[in-house]
């Protein structure tokens, strides 16, 4: 997992940052048994990279002007999260401690970062082994103990996660599995790392349609149509034109042959038809989206700079009103969020939550998609997974919160420094 050079004297801390960095890599092995597994790798993680990094034997960071750049943009995409919480709690005077509890994960996740910068883990070469794990243990657990009763018949999950973050956690995992699939890991006696990552693909994808939730799913066709075309399309025009068309076929096939799929989105496309833009609109998931992004454009709008705040703990009866929505939706609005990422941390902690979290969401995604287009995901799995991952992660955070709840925070962050640190690491041209 790194490269080290083999020397007598380096091999002590050689083996304990190989341990380390599958360690962190295991981050999604558990989530969905554990809702303390991630953080149990984070803080941790966080403290063991610190103390190696202290030790002083790991090799010096060299990285070219352009990496090194997007290093600093990205160590302050960490930092920005904690810091639009205390301004803005600042602003408003308000020193409640849980409104900093998520945002803290991300500035924990920085020794990570320079940790697997310095050691040049592979972050893939792990999570070939460990997302399959991890989708396979999701699915015994179903299997042993049955899906969580409290969500109805058509929403299969653990009870450990609702249905939004199991459905679009095995969705992300079966893209990260599905996009370093080549026909020459075959022929090279990478045999059982294929099955795995196939096996990977396909309960992934299964276990996030039985989740009965539409979440990420739009992720499906952009990470198909990539990996797609650096299979065939890298080769000239007709061959992009092929992949893309053939992602455009695994989307209608997918809507055709899969009837829970074909069913959530007619309702969807149903539900945003009729929503009605004069009076109270019917409760509906799809109406209570558009209403709440109506709803958080009026706040926003009076509270731009220190936002509201925590909204969760706020009494029932205080609520304000609004003419085009229900008190249910109103209710679920305050009490559980706006079901998209930037637009409730806007509400929450203002401009500065809103710039933060765009940067959470985009920066890595940039990270990795420049290196994947350099390099292609051959030469570069650290960046095709990365790109899978945070493709699925920035288009589920448009109907969902992603990074509020502790254990996804805490997720978000460890995957953040192994894939974008093991990608800054690699130069051009490394195998």
């Known amino acids: 997992m790194t490269s080290f050079p083999p020397t007598v004297h380096s091999f002590p801390v050689q083996r304990r940052a190989q341990i380390l960095g599958f360690f962190v890599c295991s981050a999604p092995l558990l989530v969905f048994t554990l809702t303390a597994w991630t953080s149990i790798v984070l803080l941790p993680g966080a403290l063991l990279s610190l103390f190696l990094l202290a030790g002083g034997e790991l090799p010096a960071t060299r990285l070219a002007a352009t990496e090194r750049r997007w290093f600093w ?18 602003m408003r005077g308000d020193r409640h401690a849980t409104q900093f509890d998520a945002p803290s994960r991300f500035l924990a996740a920085l020794p990570i970062l320079v940790f697997v910068l310095r050691s040049r883990v592979s972050a893939a070469r792990a999570l070939q082994w460990v997302l399959p794990v991890a989708v396979l243990v999701g699915l015994a657990v179903l299997q042993v103990f049955g899906a969580d009763p409290k969500w109805g018949p058509g929403r299969d999950t653990t009870h450990f ?47 996030s349609v039985r989740s009965g939730s539409r979440t990420g799913w739009l992720a499906v066709p952009i990470v198909v149509a990539v990996w797609l075309y650096f299979l065939w399309g890298v080769r000239n025009l007709w061959a992009t034109v ?11 096939l997918a809507y055709f042959l899969l009837p829970p799929v074909s069913q959530r989105i007619n309702q969807a496309v149903m539900e945003v038809v009729s929503y009605p833009w004069h009076g109270v609109a019917p409760d509906s998931s799809v109406g209570w989206r558009i209403s709440f992004l109506r709803m958080a454009v009026q706040l ?27 008190p249910a939706s109103v209710e679920h609005a305050f009490h559980s969020a706006f079901h998209n990422q930037i637009v409730s941390n806007a509400v929450r902690m203002g401009v500065g939550g809103l710039v933060a979290t765009a940067a959470l969401l985009l920066v890595p995604l ?57 990608v800054l690491a690699r130069r051009r041209g490394e195998p």
Not at 73 to 90: D, F, G, H, K, N
Not at 168 to 189: K, Q, V
Request: aromatic content about 10%; some cysteine.
């Open 242 to 252: 092929a992949a893309l068309v053939a992602a455009a076929l695994f989307a209608l």
């Open 73 to 90: 943009i990205l160590a302050v995409t960490l930092v920005a999260p904690i810091l639009a919480a205390a301004l803005s709690a600042l």
């Open 300 to 326: 926003i709008a009076h509270h731009p700079w220190e936002g509201i705040g925590d909204t969760s703990h706020m009494p029932t009866a205080t609520l304000p009103t609004f003419a085009f929505a229900s």
């Open 161 to 207: 996660v609702d249905p939004l973050v199991f459905g679009y956690l095995n969705l992300s995992f079966a893209l990260m599995c599905l996009i370093t699939l080549e026909p020459g890991d075959w022929r090279e006696g990478r045999r059982w790392s294929v099955v795995l990552r196939v096996i990977g693909v396909l309960v992934g994808l299964l276990l």
């Open 366 to 422: 940039m990270v990795c998609a420049r290196a994947l287009r350099r390099d292609g995901p051959r030469a570069h799995p650290d960046a095709a997974m990365g790109f899978a991952f945070f493709t699925c992660m920035f288009v589920s955070s448009m109907s969902t919160e992603i990074v509020d709840l502790k254990f996804m925070a805490s997720l978000y962050a460890v995957m953040t420094a192994v894939l974008c640190g093991a």
